[in-house]
């Protein structure tokens, strides 16, 4: 079955913790996103890849880290710079990351400071 | 100012009923494209609805329905006899071209909606 997958799905953070999200797709898709939810809030975007070893910031990407090694993989780490990171965390990707491409999403990844 | 705006925060309607989502978007572009998710409690996003800018029919699915008028810059979405699997999220995104790298995916802030028993 094609997908996307992320994992955990729960992680907990100390204090001056960094962590890293998981996210894998078997999609073949180019482009692929990192997107934070606040409760009750729509979803703000943290990075952008396009293409393998390179990736754009989005709207809100201070105190994360990305890298784009490989097509399938697009981890996300949340440093201890992000001094508010308990949140959602939604990978996805897309075909070409043109404007008319779907955008598909994993379960998610629910982040909490201990 | 937002670029997608659904004013409805949350929305309690009972089985059966028909309820409307409203979605207002904000462009200056001619050509862009229009998106409808689902948003279950498990969390991940489903993909429901595209539409591109140039097309205002109006499309049917099922019990979904969508209603796209680009002279109000809204693009509604509406469920029939809604059913208790329905009690979602709904986020209404814009795509539209950003310059530097392709596509500019904009969400609004979603309409809860609670399909009660």
């Known amino acids: 079955d094609g997908g996307i997958t992320q994992s955990p799905k729960y992680l907990f953070r100390k204090e001056g913790q960094n962590v890293t999200l998981s996210c894998e797709q078997n999609?073949?898709?180019?482009?692929m996103y990192w997107y934070r939810q606040d409760p009750g809030q729509g979803l703000r975007l943290i990075y952008y890849?396009?293409?393998?070893?390179?990736?754009q910031k989005g709207d809100i990407a201070e105190g994360y880290s990305v890298s784009r090694e490989k097509k399938e993989s697009f981890p996300l780490t949340v440093t201890s710079a992000q001094k508010n990171p308990t949140a959602f965390y939604l990978c996805?990707?897309?075909?070409?990351?043109?404007?008319?491409?779907?955008?598909?999403f994993g379960a998610g990844t629910r982040l909490s400071v201990l | 100012a937002q670029k997608v705006t659904q004013a409805q925060t949350e929305i309690s309607v009972v089985e059966k009923e028909d309820v409307t989502l409203d979605c207002v978007y904000e462009?200056?572009?001619?050509?862009?494209?229009l998106f409808w998710y689902k948003q279950p409690p498990s969390g991940e996003l489903v993909f429901l609805i595209r539409?591109?800018?140039?097309?205002?029919q109006n499309e049917i699915s099922g019990r979904y329905s969508w209603n796209f008028q680009k002279s109000t810059s809204s693009f509604n979405f509406t469920i029939t006899a809604s059913q208790v699997v329905d009690s979602a999220v709904y986020f209404c995104?814009?795509?539209?071209?950003?310059?530097?790298?392709?596509?500019?995916?904009?969400f609004g802030p979603g309409t809860r909606l609670s399909v009660l028993p």
């Open positions: 999609l073949n898709h180019d482009a």
């Open positions: 996805a990707s897309s075909i070409k990351g043109r404007i008319r491409d779907i955008q598909y």
């Open positions: 462009t200056r572009d001619t050509t862009y494209y």
């Open positions: 539409r591109n800018s140039f097309d205002e």
């Open positions: 890849s396009q293409i393998v070893n390179d990736f």
């Open positions: 995104a814009l795509s539209e071209i950003a310059g530097n790298y392709g596509q500019n995916f904009v």
